[in-house]
T-cell receptor, first 110, second 110 residues
Framework: DTAVSQTPKYLVTQMGNDKSIKCEQN?????MYWYKQDSKKFLKIMFS???????INETVPNRFSPKSPDKAHLNLHINSLELGDSAVYFC?????????FGSGTRLTVV | KQEVTQIPAALSVPEGENLVLNCSFT??????LQWFRQDPGKGLTSLLL?????REQTSGRLNASLDKSSGRSTLYIAASQPGDSATYLC?????????FGTGTRLQVTL
């Protein structure tokens, strides 16, 4: 069973489109995150949710809107996609014993 | 603002060598420290978690140490193998998020 699963794995879309990435965790963790890995492979936090409540919004453009329908899910919706949004997006969840990451969604905006 | 640096940025060693990866962080008020590996095009795999009250953790051929007061952690890999080739990431926990280092790209040659 995959602990943190995100879909799709690859996403290629045109500038200006709106797209969503879904994330689900079956670990029973209370806190979930979205991280972005840029072209230089640097990982940086975007959002953090604890029990469906937004904890961190790390100066992300408001074209990015996370939604947590329950504590096992954290989806990421992106409006009006731009070329600079191309990156790998990782979902993660955490407990005192550590962070667990999904396998990533590679978003390419053309 | 927490900043995490990893040295060296890249390392190539022959199979069988022992090696040390270094991680330094600027703010010693950390919760935990976690080491990950990332294979090309893949997600993050957790290797070791060191709690702030601990000095080291071991798993198989891996040993991670933590010196909070000096803001340093090391990852020691014994008897390296070609399968150890990957990017190794150090990540510092604060109460609300992980801050990642810049990574060390390791290649173990035959």
């Amino acid at each position: 069973d995959t602990a943190v699963s995100q879909t799709p794995k690859y996403l290629v879309t045109q500038m200006g489109n709106d797209k969503s990435i879904k994330c689900e965790q079956n670990l029973g963790h209370d806190t979930m995150y979205w991280y972005k890995q840029d072209s230089k492979k640097f990982l940086k936090i975007m959002f953090s949710y604890n029990n469906k409540e937004l904890i961190i919004n790390e100066t992300v453009p408001n074209r990015f809107s996370p939604k947590s329908p329950d504590k096992a899910h954290l989806n990421l919706h992106i409006n009006s996609l731009e070329l600079g949004d191309s990156a790998v997006y990782f979902c993660a969840s955490s407990a005192p014993r550590g962070y667990t990451f999904g396998s990533g969604t590679r978003l390419t905006v053309v | 603002k927490q900043e995490v640096t990893q040295i060296p940025a890249a390392l190539s060693v022959p199979e069988g060598e022992n090696l040390v990866l270094n991680c330094s962080f600027t703010d010693s008020a950390i919760y935990n420290l976690q080491w990950f590996r990332q294979d090309p095009g893949k997600g993050l795999t957790s290797l070791l978690l060191i709690q702030s009250s601990q000095r080291e953790q071991t798993s198989g051929r891996l040993n991670a140490s933590l010196d909070k007061s000096s803001g340093r952690s090391t990852l020691y890999i014994a008897a390296s193998q070609p399968g150890d080739s990957a990017t190794y990431l150090c990540a510092v926990w604060t109460a609300s998020k992980l801050t990642f280092g810049t990574g060390t790209r390791l290649q173990v040659t035959l």
